[in-house]
């Protein structure tokens, strides 16, 4: 089979390897398409073989909403110009879709060989660094959000009486702006409840110390101590932090105000947000 610019560029467009890549692939297959098509694939594989101690310090996160799941995906590259490449864009969007329809909840080697196939064409190390899947039970609803450029994805799950309760215009509303509150305020707990207690106690004694150094009777300190943990605790709960579009209140007192307005009872249950360059979905 002759090695014309045609063939050369039918088996770029099928592979997307470079032109003089697939024209060494089809000399060294004596021209046989098929073969030289192994032959770039073979190459490929050595070529992510040799990127692997590349460091992949940018890239991008992404999340979707699908039926009763829920998705948040890492997706690392080199460069940031590679993170703002569209085929890395389709990738990362192709991994949630995937990983939503099979119930993917980490990475696997289905997810990894669309990763590496990537790399086969781009030429640049990449890494699939977190799948993070979240599951809806009945009445419930999950809002999303992604900041700038893939730089933080946020998911929020709610709860309501009735599943009608999240066509309400009010709730709609809501359901977007605590999605976006997350991402303004990246809380460390859901609410004082759920927070650790050897958190509360780490912190209990830090303000413990800060309260010693004062000229104050013991039982001025403990009310000292009370309050900065009080404060503190306000300000890493979601459900306690000021509301991110009405400071006058408090997320949970919002929410309160919009269910009560809807006709309805809502919560939040739970919520997850992945930043790129971090490996894991915070809660």
Do not use: W
């Not at 997706?75 to 703002?84: I, M, P, R």
């Amino acid at each position: 089979m002759a090695i014309t610019a045609d063939v050369v560029k039918k088996l770029r467009d099928l592979t997307g390897a470079g032109m003089m890549d697939c024209k060494k692939a089809l000399v060294q297959a004596n021209g046989d398409f098929a073969a030289a098509e192994r032959l770039l694939k073979e190459m490929g594989l050595a070529a992510i073989a040799k990127r692997q101690d590349r460091a992949t310090d940018n890239g991008r996160v992404f999340v979707k909403v699908e039926g009763n799941k829920a998705v948040l995906v890492e997706l690392s590259c080199e460069t940031d110009f590679v993170a703002g490449n569209e085929q890395f864009i389709e990738l990362g969007e192709n991994i949630c879709s995937i990983a939503l329809k099979k119930g993917y909840s980490e990475v696997n080697d289905e997810l990894s060989a669309m990763v590496n196939d990537l790399i086969t064409i781009i030429k640049e190390n990449m890494a699939l660094k977190s799948v993070c899947l979240y599951e809806l039970g009945e009445n419930e609803y999950a809002s999303s959000y992604v900041h700038g450029n893939g730089s933080l994805a946020v998911l929020v799950m709610f709860k309501a009486d009735r599943s009608d309760l999240f066509d309400n215009a009010l709730v709609k509303e809501f359901t977007n702006d605590c999605a976006l509150h997350v991402a303004a305020y990246t809380p460390a707990f859901l609410d004082i409840k759920s927070v650790d207690p050897a958190y509360v106690k780490e912190q209990e004694a830090i303000f413990a110390v800060q309260a010693s150094k004062l000229d104050k009777p013991e039982k001025v300190q403990a009310g000292i101590v009370k309050g900065k943990l009080a404060k503190h605790l306000s300000e890493v709960c979601f459900l306690e932090q000021p509301f991110v579009k009405d400071d006058s209140m408090n997320v949970a007192k919002k929410m309160a105000e919009v269910a009560k307005a809807a006709g309805g009872s809502l919560s939040i249950k739970d919520f997850a947000f992945l930043r790129a360059g971090v490996a894991s979905c915070s809660t």
